[in-house]
């Protein structure tokens, strides 16, 4: 659980690293935060963009692992 603050920080995090990444070539919001419905109980709805170029298996195991790695994700659905 995390408060809106750290929620806010980690989704601008989580584009930033987005436009970072050669491999993503675009990133949306969506979810209640695309709508501006969020509560104290919403979590982050991201959509990546993987480049044409990219292999699609690498970069979602990529981001996988570093929602792991450096956010202590507990579990995902692929």
């Known amino acids: ?16 690293a987005a436009y970072a990444d050669t491999s993503i070539t675009g990133a949306a919001v969506t979810g209640s935060a695309a709508v501006s419905r969020e509560d104290r109980w919403s979590d982050i709805d991201l959509a990546l963009c ?4 990219a292999d699609r298996e690498q970069v979602l195991a990529d981001w996988t692992d570093r929602m792991y790695r450096e956010h202590a994700a ?5």
């Open 74 to 78: 507990v579990h995902h659905l692929v």
């Open 1 to 16: 659980m995390f408060t809106p603050e750290q929620r806010e920080r980690l989704r601008e995090e989580l584009v930033s």
């Open 50 to 53: 993987v480049a044409t170029d």
